[in-house]
């Protein structure tokens, strides 16, 4: 093929309508994803952070040994937003008994339920019993359009509760999610008690992914919240930034030829 052949790709948008973008314009709704106590403490003070969601291994990672002690100290720091917090049991009956507990550490709390237990077996009894005590839910760790019906349909009508489609997780896989995500809004557009949320997102795209599809809720790490403050920033003003950033740390290291 020759040079004249070739047919150029159409132009992107402006840099001027990219800088549009702005964090506060964005319906979907950012929750703060860890366990770090000073981090949720700050993160509480902001008014973009309209919710709060850890787990164990978060837990585990910010070096929690009292879960329980752990919980309450941060519904003392949370009290006016959601907030989610995980059982850790893989017996069904061990899992009722920890998510009645959780439920009664307030009215902000959601329990967080895994879609299976560490078997393979389906949370999905479980959850319409815990529904139909109205036990305000945040089923997690879904990844499958299967997964998601059958959460939809056990919860349609019930308490308040939230689907954690673990977006990030199917990229990882060479997956596009966004498919997965759409299908999801579609299912439970008809229910008004449940709500979507983004899960394990990978970067800043993620947030406005997750607000062009119709995500209720996105789940953000703390270290990756931290790049919100770049969204919408001129490109040309940023490729400046970045090769004096280079040209800086060259001449802090001193090298020469």
Request: proline share 6%; glycine share 6%; with cysteine.
């Amino acid at each position: 093929m020759s040079i004249a052949t070739v047919v150029a790709s159409p132009r992107p948008a402006s840099d001027v309508a990219a800088g549009a973008i702005r964090v506060q314009d964005l319906k979907v709704r950012i929750f703060a994803d860890g366990a770090d106590k000073t981090g949720i403490r700050a993160l509480c003070a902001d008014p973009l952070i309209q919710g709060f969601t850890t787990n164990p291994t978060l837990m585990r990672q910010a070096g929690v040994t009292d879960y329980a002690g752990f919980a309450k100290e941060i519904l003392g720091e949370v009290s006016d937003r959601s907030i989610s917090f995980e059982v850790f049991s893989d017996d069904f009956p061990e899992m009722e008994r920890q998510a009645l507990e959780i439920a009664s550490w307030g009215p902000q709390v959601y329990v967080k339920i895994p879609i299976t237990n560490t078997r393979g077996a389906s949370s999905l009894p479980l959850i319409r019993r815990l529904a139909d005590r109205g036990v305000k839910l945040n089923v997690t760790a879904m990844m499958t359009v299967e997964q998601t019906e059958e959460a939809v349909e056990a919860l349609a009508g019930g308490p308040p509760s939230y689907l954690s489609i673990f977006a990030g997780r199917i990229a990882d896989t060479g997956r596009d999610p966004l498919p997965t995500m759409e299908y999801a809004v579609s299912l439970m557009q008809p229910h008004p008690n449940l709500e979507l949320i983004w899960a394990s997102p990978r970067e800043i795209l993620n947030i406005v992914q997750a607000d062009r599809v119709g995500c209720h809720i996105i789940t953000v790490t703390h270290a990756l919240l931290k790049k919100l403050r770049i969204v919408g920033r001129d490109l040309d003003e940023f490729s400046l930034a970045t090769v004096r950033m280079f040209y800086d740390d060259a001449k802090a290291a001193g090298y020469s030829m």
